[in-house]
């Protein structure tokens, strides 16, 4: 492994899937500016997720639209036939 290549700073962050609600608590180097009260009664950063392994087809083995963007509208829009 070569040295002083990997990140010193690891601390707790909360994740929550905002397609579900769903949220949990692990380690990571990502900046945030939002924080959240977790279970234990602390505050930690928040990091907001689009998809988690709680609403991913994969995992779930269901499949689900998750439309963030309004892109599945403005597909739609654009290819829609004229009348």
Excluded at 11 to 33: C, E, P, Q, Y
Excluded at 51 to 64: A, C, E, L
């Amino acid at each position: 492994m070569k040295q002083g290549i990997h990140p010193e700073n690891y601390r707790l962050v909360i994740f929550k899937d905002m397609s579900n609600g769903h949220t949990f608590l692990s380690k990571s180097t990502t900046a945030s500016k939002e924080t959240l009260q977790w279970e234990d009664g602390n505050e930690y950063p928040l990091v907001k997720l689009d998809i988690s392994n709680t609403s991913h087809p994969f995992y779930t083995g269901k499949n689900m639209l998750v439309d963030t963007a309004g892109r599945i509208d403005k597909f739609n829009k654009r290819y829609e036939k004229k009348k």
